[in-house]
C-alpha cells in the first residue's frame, strides 16, 4: 500500500501527543471539606402583590463571617439578592437567593441559596448552597452544601439579622 501523504506518521504522531497532553493537562478532582458560617442583615426589601393570594418579596442582604475549604480559612463578605414568595400575610411557601462570596485572596464564589420546604409547606430554617461559579481559586470548587438558616427578629425597629452555617464536602478541581 501506498502512502498517498508523505508526512502521514507525523501527522498521527502530533495528534496523539497533543491527545496525550490535553489528558495530562486534566487536574483530577478530589473531595474536600468544606464549612460556610456568616451573619448578615437585610438591607432593603419590597413587596409586590401576586395572583393567589400571594406575594412576592425581594431583599437584599450583606454580611461577612468565614469559609473554610480543605483546612485554610479565609475571611469572607457575603452580598445576595433574592425572592421569597408568601401566603398570606408572612408564610414563606418558596425562596431562593444569588449570592456573591468574596475572599481577600483566593477570588470570588458564586451561589444560589434555596429554601428546602417540607411535605406540608413548613420552612424549618433549611437551605441548600448550590456553587454556580467563581473567580480565581474559587472557580475550582463545585458543588452543593446543605445549610441552617437561624433568624434573629429585630429588636428595636432595626432590620432583621440572621445566620447560616453549612458544613460538608465540595468538589475541587
Not at 425572592?83 to 408572612?90: I, K
Not at 413548613?122 to 456553587?131: G, K, M, R, S, Y
Not at 434573629?152 to 453549612?166: I, T
Request: charged share 20%.
Amino acid at each position: 500500500m501506498k502512502n498517498h501523504h508523505p508526512n502521514l506518521g507525523q501527522c498521527i504522531a502530533a495528534v496523539l501527543f497533543a491527545l496525550s497532553a490535553a489528558a495530562s493537562g486534566h487536574a483530577s478532582a478530589k473531595d474536600v471539606d468544606a464549612t460556610f458560617d456568616v451573619g448578615a442583615a437585610i438591607k432593603s426589601t419590597a413587596r409586590v402583590s401576586i395572583p393567589g393570594g400571594k406575594a412576592r418579596m425581594t431583599f437584599n442582604t450583606e454580611g461577612a463571617g468565614k469559609l473554610i475549604v480543605d483546612g485554610r480559612e479565609e475571611p469572607v463578605f457575603v452580598a445576595c439578592d433574592g425572592t421569597d414568595v408568601l401566603l398570606g400575610a408572612a408564610k414563606v411557601v418558596d425562596g431562593f437567593a444569588e449570592c456573591e462570596i468574596r475572599t481577600l485572596k483566593s477570588g470570588d464564589l458564586y451561589i444560589r441559596f434555596q429554601k428546602i420546604f417540607e411535605a406540608d409547606g413548613t420552612w424549618n430554617q433549611l437551605a441548600t448552597f448550590t456553587i454556580t461559579g467563581g473567580t480565581g481559586e474559587m472557580a475550582k470548587l463545585s458543588g452543593t452544601l446543605a445549610a441552617k438558616v437561624e433568624m434573629s427578629p429585630p429588636l428595636s425597629g432595626g432590620k432583621l439579622v440572621f445566620g447560616v452555617s453549612s458544613k460538608g464536602r465540595l468538589t475541587q478541581k
